[in-house]
């Protein structure tokens, strides 16, 4: 309480260099950063505590701008704190090579916890974030070893309040009591279309009431700061529900179009950023000024959230001494590195083993390696029995009160949420101490689509256990089997697409999944049974890749992935008995990694003079990159049980044979054939 | 009110119907339909109109089971009530060629209004039922003749009433106070992951409350039949907010796990199910009884139906008479054909034209044809001024009481709720007298993916309008930016992805939308402007592909979409000047069109004897299919003016020329040198 002069000119700085940034970009949001700029001056300085010289210090206070339009407002304060943001980047905000890009983007810029802009995600990250504060806090913390004890702050707007993936999140964190979370919602009244009025009109508070979260209304969210602190600090008292706190405030406030929505998604005229300065007592000829008082006392909280990060350093080194192994296994988690030799406990199959399920098999991966990997934490959208994410005797995480787990527990129950489940466990993996993986069925990923992009693009280890990867679930019909899925998220820069074809294969993706630090994936996994193949090996498949019959008089390549690389096996025998054709057949179970393999090792896969045939049960697009002709399921699927599925769209060794024998006839003129690796540039990525 | 034997023998029948067709499937959800047949029968007998000879009645009241899977209820309603569903049908649930799929749809089955089972969905397409009725009373309804007065009807469970898509479309229908919708949540604490307990504990009812729905609980959903028409009655009374109806049921009532997740999504076992039997007074022995009675009591609701369709059609026959215009144009609408010679109206551009967006081109369409086609019914998830969706003197669909609009409005303010929008836009579909069209960002369709596949799979006519597709959006940055979004819908069956390169080609994209009864569309469009080119014709791009530039000598052919046609028009020169290749360039706004296309034509469009090298700004995948090499970004974009970001991953008329001199070498010696339009087989569609 007690705010004086600092504190307005502080705002007003913030504010101002907003409207400069946006104006110099002619892009940009300034109406947002202008409207929160004093709840962000109240929270950063009286509330939070981060250090700017060490970002990733673990026990900060979290905070995620889901409204990420507004990221002049977060680039500001990150400046003004003494983040390595220079004010040279606000004044190439939205430029080509900076990093204050057009929506804050965590890879990019020191500070920014998640990467936002499309509306919800920050939210659901946030829940994420929180998550893992609670699960952190009831895994390492210790009588007199307070070790996280950190909040997650989260803005948001209208737009991510009308958002169906804030809802789910929001639902999931009131069921959590997660009372370490907070959110102000910008009550704004504005979004790109005008006044909420034409599409908005719920009461969103009691919505939030509904849910199981603590609310509050600060009816004068420009002025009041008094009030803004108030209902932070009650926000914090409350522990056992996640707190909203309504705040109503201006959309650019000072702007002569202030309240409309001519400043939410533009910058102001010249006239008006020069009336803006001129009412908060700047000088209307100067751009981005700060003036020194704002450093020194934004520089004097940095400093006392350096201090607090010693502190903790300090007891982080006591834990040390009493909790040996708790203090070296959140050192090592720290680093992003896994327990020395956890890969041993992957399990491995021979041929003769038995036909298993790959949803099984991933499994009995996690069976075997969650006590050696225990910053796996893992999930699924209500789908639990079919997706088999849960080893036997997991702990579910719940709030203690409803006897059903607590918050030390390693298996989220997401309700069928798929989007905000995705949303969460970018936030989760965000977090620094976790690696969550979460399941649904392939097609039911897509619902999560908008987070599954920004777990690539934000570079977050994250699993996607995605089982019913085909027409092979049978009878639950078209709208459950995926048929564009693949080729959607192939197209995704960094994420990993498997789809593995057996045991040692569903092991492989784990391995390269687990020790990617910075690249998602998502594991394509069937209902039904797979063979244990013959020449599956981990060691082969972490190439992404590789050989599974080589004949080296072939007349033709099968490439394909899942379970229709032990069909192709199967028709080996037809190709050869009814057509004379010799085949070998390669299984790829992730493109992507075999993308990133040599040449050689390529063309020794997909070798030139022969044709290639790939076989994979869902659209061909994007096959023709690996193969000369595509045999696949250009059309939706059908209900029935899967065998006879597969049947009607001649997926059979015969339906497969007479594809092969087209397509040796087909090429048998064309010299040199060469390999689909060959390429005669290489795109930029 | 007033409930007997009879009541009680059809709601068993149906029970027990349920029960024999998943234990004959092995497959299949008995649980909500034991649980939800008392409200069925109540529903669809003392409710309900409609007329089974006829399940296209316009006037018909609509029922959606939003969740689908447990469409058994529906197939055995379906059957007792005379629709062509024959008892054989039933017993052949979940197999292959049936049209009783593991989830409903509409396309297969007479009598399913709308493709449900994926979660969330069905309540979505309720809202864009009763939205699109609503329209439709208000538009056609005259004194005297109340066309238009059915309601919708939706069973949702816990489920849907978790995802987001049901959040975000059940806010809008409190925003649109649609009176005309009545929803039955079925409370049955039950989901896959077992008790609801485990991550849905909010109260439902409250947060429709919020949203501002009338709401009511019935707490003894399987016995209290009086109270369920008590609730349903009142609910149809309240005509200024949708309804919903927390009916508390016994999941697989009945059953001897009745009120367990085990009767959910597995069969009762041999025991159970005549357990069951001998319980409702049914031959423990014998499978698909359907007691005479019942099927007598259930005509006889179908025959008041085809008597209120008879009385319906005498009405309209008078509305004839005295509104001859409005007859007219609703008998042409339910034919499903677009007036006599519309087309005309579809702007047309020389090459001396400007250049201009193609989300502005997309507007001057909507601008030119919104009074000739009057069934079409535009909006936008919260970017109106974005994507360009709204013609000038549109009205908005509003409620009237807010003073911004009417029911007969033509515009609506979806919020940002992508995949509700996408959703209720199927529901508004498959009304059957409108044609949605809804704006967001291209990269934000992703958000609505769940229900786009819905609109391939339920053969839709909906127009997705999808702004600022590419990186050339510049500054909004990567979060923003798509890259897989194309790939991603070209490989979702029955999907048109149109990404015009200037005006003709966005007027052909409309004129194959809006002709095209069953397939929906995605358009593609730009933020920055883009030249009208001289090859372009609507002739021309409503074949998909065409030939922009001709040259019968050339070395190389170029094709191209959208924002890169012109660009790969401005690289022949530097082709020609610096590299001595003469170079054709074809433009290929729509592939799924151009595959329609007769093999001859789609050769001379690409053809044989020379490489062919696509130029598209976003990832290469599927572009093997039309090209030998391949010019995309296979990375994700960057924030900055368009001009920088095209320059910084070289799409510049010297970029494309760099490769296409590459590719052009690396060919040279291939004999023959196909066309990619040869195949050496056709895949299934
Ligand atoms: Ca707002
Ligand atoms: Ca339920």
Redesign the interface.
Known sequence: MGYGEIDQLAINTIRTLAVDATFK?N??HPGAPMGMAPVAHILFNKFMTFNPKNPDYINRDRFVLSN?HGCMLQYALLHLFGYDLPLDQLKHF?????IT???P?SHDTPGVEV?????GQGFSNAVGLAVAQAKSAAEFNKPGFNLFTNYTYMFFG???A???????AA??A??LQLGNLIAVYDDNHI???GDT????????L??F????WHTQWVKEGDTDLDGIEAALKKAREVTDKPSVIKLTTTIGFGSKLQGTGGVH?NPLKEDDCKQVKQKFGFDPEKTFVVPQQVYDAYHQTAAKGAAAEQEWNQLFDKYGQQHKAEHADLKRRLSGLLPEGWQKALPTYKPTDKAVASRKLSESVLEAIHSVVPELISG?A?????NNTRWKDAV?F?PPN?G?GDYSGRYM?????E??MAGMMNGISAYGTLIPAGGTFL??V??A??SV??S??SHQRVIYIATHDSIGL???????QP??TL????????MMVWRPADGNETSAAYYVALTSKSTPSIFALTRQNLPQLEGSTIEHAIKGGYVALEDKDADLTLVSTGSEVSLCLESVKVLKDNHNIKTRVVSLPCVEVFDSQSKDYRLSVIPDGIPT?SVEVM????W??YS?????????G????YK??YK???FTPEGIA??GL??V???K????L?S?V????T???
């Open positions: 970009a892009s940009g990420g939205r430029q080509v090579d900076s890009p057009g929506h983007e990467t936002t802009g499309p509306l209208d737009g991510c009308m958002e169906g993936i804030a809802s789910e639902s999931t009131g069921h979004s790109i279309d009025k034409c599409a908005f009109t719920e009461d969103v009691k919505r009431e509904a849910y199981g998604g699924s209500d789908l639990t029995g079919s579910d719940q409803l059903i129950r997401y309700g069928v949420r989007h905000a097609n039911f897509s619902y689509a908008g992009r920004l690539s693009l049978g009878e639950d019909g078209p709208t459950h048929i564009e080729a959607h998220f192939r197209a995704l820069p960094n045939m659209s061909t697009l994007g023709e990159k000369h002709e595509q045999f696949g399921l250009n059309r939706f059908a209900s029935g049980p006879d599925v009607k769209f001649e007479k594809r087209a397509t006839n087909f090429y003129d064309v010299k040199p060469r689909p060959n390429r005669a540039f795109n930029l990525i």
